[in-house]
Nanobody
Framework: QVQLVESGGGLVQAGGSLRLSCAAS????????MGWFRQAPGKEREFVAA????????DYADSVKGRFTISRYAPKNTVYLQMNRLKPDDTAVYYC?????????????????WGQGTQVTVSS
């Protein structure tokens, strides 16, 4: 089993920045590929970013490329999502997910474990 706990969400003005964190426990962190997804009200959960367990492979949704950066820090068993130049369309609940493979995958069904989510609200 893997437990994931997100933090760092909040309210920010358009153009601002936030950094989300996801702390993992229960399994060797270096054996987990990690992803971030988001879900806005009335919409399906969508892929945001992913990073392989080696950190050597990353992937981003087109809507966030150039604005968001995913990274991982093994000593703290934590993955981060740095979000810059935020837009109102980025408003959603953001979820961290873990995948026991060495790929940076983009499918919701590719991931085995999920956090509880953290709210990000971007005001115009």
């Amino acid at each position: 089993q893997v437990q994931l706990v997100e933090s760092g969400g909040g309210l920010v003005q358009a153009g601002g920045s936030l950094r989300l964190s996801c702390a993992a426990s229960g399994r060797t962190f270096r054996q987990l590929s990690m992803g971030w997804f988001r879900q806005a009200p009335g919409k399906e959960r969508e892929f945001v970013a992913a990073i392989s367990w080696s950190g050597g492979i990353t992937d981003y949704a087109d809507s966030v490329k150039g604005r968001f950066t995913i990274s991982r820090y093994a000593p703290k068993n934590t993955v981060y999502l740095q979000m810059n130049r935020l837009k109102p369309d980025d408003t959603a609940v953001y979820y961290c997910a873990a995948d026991i493979s060495d790929y940076a995958r983009a499918g919701v069904h590719d991931y085995d474990y999920w956090g509880q989510g953290t709210q990000v609200t971007v005001s115009s």
